[in-house]
């Protein structure tokens, strides 16, 4: 297509508000028609200060607003199959966010019903991969400025957890980037998963293990620790370093504006994701908008969502046994290779 994509945004929360103004403020080549929100209220808030964009409670519905020829689906994870499905049925592309859906059975239902259609719908927002230092460090890795690969240390620090939170979610919603960016970083995929946790923080909620240590092992011999520690109380942080055979490769570490003053120095920790990674979401949503008016799906899709998944079980299972759990994962469909 030519033309100003028009899309319609499924789920006015934080994600589906930042978008949304993402799209009005920030993008090139794409306008809001529709925003549909379970709570009208929320998507009118969105819609209505937006020149012809549309409110709606119904998904559907907004699917099928005038001027509609794209979805960007940002409601809760266990609403991402039935959004994809009728996406799916008016062959509108996608980016949804992470993750693809909650678990491996219904991720293998939308991955089976992506091949029916013979091609690529869904560019999945694992935002990390358009986060100008990860790009860097794949690119590092790529042409193996330091030898091999042999294991990434993953640090990734919330302030403070949802209300209610338990231990899986832990990983479907936090150590799912980890999972995500480890198998595109190495270009492997992941093998095995065990959890270690010490005596819980006593910042956590009653019942939350926090923080823990993952550890996955991947079919290409690497092995790969995440510290998760989802209520840190002091910022949000997210690092990876790459120790290689001659070298290792460092990001995450910028501190903003570094001050001297009143007889200390240092920097900044951003609050939250929005924040941190403020840029990826930007270059993700372009870089969606730019490849749907050219006609092509690019960036991490349906496999990687549905690997995510299988991995994310196997790492609750991991919670709760104790164990070493390997992860049992098929062979990668065609349209994905
Ligand atoms: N990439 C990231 O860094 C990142 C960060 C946060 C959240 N997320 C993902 O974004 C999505 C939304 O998260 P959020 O933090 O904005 O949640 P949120 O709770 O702030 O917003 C979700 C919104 O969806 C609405 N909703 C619920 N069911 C719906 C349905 N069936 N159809 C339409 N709307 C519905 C709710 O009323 C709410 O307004 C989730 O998939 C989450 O995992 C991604
Ligand atoms: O849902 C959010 C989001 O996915 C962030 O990117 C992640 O860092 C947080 O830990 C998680 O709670």
Known sequence: MHGTLGVAVIGAGRMGADHVRRIDEVISGARVAAVADVDGARAEALADPIDGAVACTDPVAAMDAPGVDSVL?????????????????????????????????????????????????VQLGFMRRYDADYRTLKAQLARGAYGRPLMLHHTHRNVSSAPGCTDAQTVHNSAVHEIDVTRWLLDTEITAVRVLRPAPSGGAPEGLHDPQLIVFETADGHLVDTELFVNCGFGYQVSCEAVCERGTARIGDDRGV???????????????????????????????????????????????????????????????????VPVDLPERPALYR
């Open 258 to 324: 570094f001050v001297n003053a009143a007889g200390r120095w240092g920097g900044t920790i951003p609050p939250d994701f929005v924040a941190r990674f403020a840029g990826a979401y930007d270059r993700q949503v372009q870089q969606w908008v730019d490849a749907t008016r050219r006609g092509t799906v690019e960036g991490p899709g349906c496999w990687d969502g549905y690997a995510a998944a299988v991995v994310c079980r196997a790492g609750v299972q991991a919670q709760r046994t104790g164990e070493r």
């Open 73 to 121: 689906v940002a409601s809760p994870g266990a609403a991402h199959e039935a959004a994809l499905a009728a996406a799916f049925d008016r062959g509108l592309p996608v980016l949804c966010e992470k993750p693809l859906t909650p678990d491996p059975d219904s991720a293998l239902r939308v991955l089976a019903a992506e091949q029916r259609l013979g091609r690529r719908l």
